[in-house]
């Protein structure tokens, strides 16, 4: 039997509600979709928050927290698990900053960021991360809360944040798991933890990435 999956859309015509205009769908991110469908399926809410935006459902609208009269109408597909598969063309758009090293160009990154981060908790080995498990997890859970404020994305921070907060109890295998399937979710932080990967030995962006280690690098060490 065929997998199904969810995706809700929002329609991103200029004028949404016009009847003469070819109709064009946008996605939502895997994030909000998560947050979208959660609310609507198992929550039964009328509303939800997505940052900028607040879903009607009842109405079947988006409309934009800092202005009610920008609105645009949503769906909700139930669609194959193939077809519902999307290609990430973030991952794919050059950075606002161009390191002058390709990222798959330079050896050991995750290596220098994940050291980083152990030296400045004073870590000394990778094995000994157990007895400090849950300080890791929640070092994590408060990075990815300072990215996601610092980029609007705070409900998307607070999604992934819970999901860290269901396997804190759990083993490195299974934290480790969650981690992987936050890191391939399409939203705000794997574009900002690819960012700073990708300028790791750029002294000309030292700075930057090494801003990222309190934030990120408890995600990084959890995710490798």
């Not at 934009?64 to 077809?83: L, S």
């Not at 070092?139 to 396997?167: P, S």
């Not at 002294?203 to 490798?224: A, C, M, R, V």
Request: hydrophobic share 35%; with cysteine; proline share 3%.
């Amino acid at each position: 039997m065929t997998q199904k999956s969810i995706e809700w859309f929002w329609k991103s015509n200029d004028n949404p509600f016009s009847n003469e205009e070819s109709v064009d769908w946008n996605r939502y991110s895997d994030v909000e979709n998560a947050i979208i469908e959660e609310a609507f399926s198992t929550l039964k809410k009328t509303h939800v928050i997505i940052d900028d935006y607040h879903i009607d459902f009842e109405h079947r609208v988006q409309i934009a927290n800092d202005d009610k009269t920008k609105q645009r109408p949503i769906k909700r597909v139930e669609m194959n698990k193939e077809e519902g598969g999307r290609l990430r063309e973030a991952r794919f758009m050059p950075n606002p900053i161009v390191p002058s090293s390709s990222f798959h160009g330079l050896v050991g990154l995750r290596k220098i960021f994940i050291d980083s981060f152990m030296k400045s908790i004073d870590l000394k080995s990778v094995n000994d991360w157990e007895k400090r498990k849950y300080e890791i997890v929640e070092k994590a859970k408060l990075g990815i809360l300072h990215e996601g404020q610092l980029v609007g994305k705070q409900c998307e921070a607070n999604w992934i944040v819970e999901q860290l907060e269901k396997v804190k109890d759990k083993t490195k295998k299974d934290i480790g798991e969650c981690c992987v399937y936050i890191y391939t979710l399409e939203s705000f932080l794997y574009k900002i933890l690819n960012h700073a990967m990708r300028l790791i030995g750029d002294i000309d962006h030292e700075n930057s990435w090494q801003s990222k280690i309190e934030t990120l690098g408890p995600f990084t060490f959890l995710l490798y």
